[in-house]
């Protein structure tokens, strides 16, 4: 199936006389006949459900429906992007090792590595996403374990060369994460270009409408870690934890990782997405394709309208020809890429928030990529625990302003704009 029918159809179907719609299973827990078939599930010899905060039939619905749209072979629903990203690192490296990711990535995701991982013991090496090959497999160490980048980075949106870091990874042994969000898989499905595993805010254009935080993980089901056991011991090693099963030998290459993220780190951290959220998330998925299509012909007319503008000293958008990134783009993204726009205005940052205040459909927000017009200067709120040195490495000037076109008929979006920039 085309992926505009997978959003429609996949994850869940209804036999006769049940419900349309997904159900939302909204229950902590579920009862069992016996003590010996619960026993099972914990042993994880059965499939099944006996607590919420390690799985939800909801939630699973949702993220199968995920997977299919990526490509990959099982999915998982979190509490939030950074949940995902979190439990897809953590899920592989453990105190003591290292991972290697491109600079160009959310502030939010780079101080959760550059912080608060590094105070798990684990090391985080930063490379430039345009960087040589050369440079790239001189930040691998003997105990890297990933390889992290987004497809688009936000808010730099830098368009990152998935074939290049691929192959350094695989050729160091160890697999590639992408954070898809801006992307989305309906521009962009990184498992065609070499990425072994998927993260998701969900939060962004797959939910679309403000409705629900959440976060999603999709494993290719490609990475063989039992050819390299020796550098991932949680998965090619019994776990004590569940009576010496070896992920990778019981459930393969296309169930371990998404198994033991669920079995060990959900069951430990229990960052999952409340099912009446993975439900509205649903909905979103139902329209994505609808809502990008819009998204990307609405930005590429701002985009061009900003850059035609004298007041606007320079504009960043990857579908504009002499961006930087329009080549990768069109490799990668030949349909479109997403609904958001970074731009300076004449005057730097103190024009830049009376431009901001003077707008008056698009709304300052902390949010970004969903149906209404929104903006943001970053270096002030999403990266103000950035330092200058790290907000320029991640491409986030001091006069950066993201603009996340909605949905709106377009011709309202410019004459907002335009009446905003004429206060300065």
């Known amino acids: 199936m085309e992926k505009e029918t997978k959003c429609i159809v996949s994850g869940y179907t209804p036999k006769n006389g049940e419900p349309r719609m997904i159900p939302i299973i909204q229950s902590t827990t579920y009862k069992y006949d016996s003590s010996e078939a619960m026993g099972r599930l914990f042993d994880l010899e059965d499939s099944g459900y006996f607590y919420t905060r390690l799985q939800n039939p909801t939630n699973d ?7 299919a749209l990526e490509g990959g072979t099982a999915g998982m629903l979190t509490s939030s992007g950074q949940a995902a990203n979190f439990f897809a690192v953590f899920n592989i490296a453990n105190a003591g090792d290292h991972v290697v990711s491109s600079t160009s990535i959310y502030g939010g995701t780079f101080n959760l590595f550059n912080v608060t991982m590094r105070k798990m013991g684990i090391e985080f090496t930063f490379v430039d996403p345009d960087c040589t090959e050369e440079e790239l497999a001189a930040a691998f160490q ?57 993260t998701h805010s969900t939060t962004k254009y797959m939910d679309g409408h403000d409705a629900a935080v959440g976060g999603a993980i999709v494993d290719s089901g490609k990475f ?9 011991p949680g998965l090619c090693t019994p776990d004590d934890s569940y009576h010496g099963i070896t992920y990778a030998e019981k459930f393969g290459q296309g169930g371990a990782f998404i198994t033991k993220a669920t079995a ?27 809502r990008m299509e819009r998204h990307c012909e609405n930005a590429q ?26 080549d990768l783009a069109q490799k990668y993204m030949p349909n479109g890429t997403c609904g958001v726009i970074s731009f300076g205005v004449k005057g730097g940052r103190a024009a830049a928030e009376k431009f901001m205040a003077g707008l008056k459909l698009a709304s300052i927000e902390t949010h970004v990529a969903d149906a209404h017009t929104c903006v943001l200067h970053p270096a002030s709120s999403t990266h103000r625990q950035l330092t200058d040195e790290e907000l320029e490495a991640a491409g986030v000037g001091a006069d950066l302003i993201r603009f996340s076109v909605g949905i709106e008929n377009v011709k309202d979006i410019i004459a907002d704009l335009d009446q905003a920039l004429a206060l300065i």
Request: a negative charge; charged letters at 15%.
């Open 61 to 67: 619905m949702v993220a199968a429906k995920i997977a």
């Open 224 to 232: 063989d870690w039992m050819a390299h056991k020796d550098k991932f």
């Open 301 to 326: 007319k701002v985009a061009e309208w900003l850059q035609a503008n004298d007041k606007v000293t320079w504009v960043n958008f990857p579908g504009l020809p002499g961006n930087k990134y329009y």
């Open 264 to 290: 060990q780190l959900m069951r430990d951290f229990g960052s999952i997405q409340s099912p009446q959220n993975a439900y509205y998330l649903n909905l979103g998925l139902e329209s994505l394709p609808v």
């Open 142 to 198: 003997p105990n890297t374990k990933c390889v992290f980048g987004e497809t688009i980075a936000n808010p730099a949106l830098t368009v990152l060369d998935i074939e290049k870091f691929a192959k350094a990874a695989h050729s160091h042994g160890v697999p590639l994460i992408v954070d898809n969000t801006f992307a989305t898989p309906i521009n962009c499905t990184p498992f065609d270009w070499g990425a072994d595993i998927v």
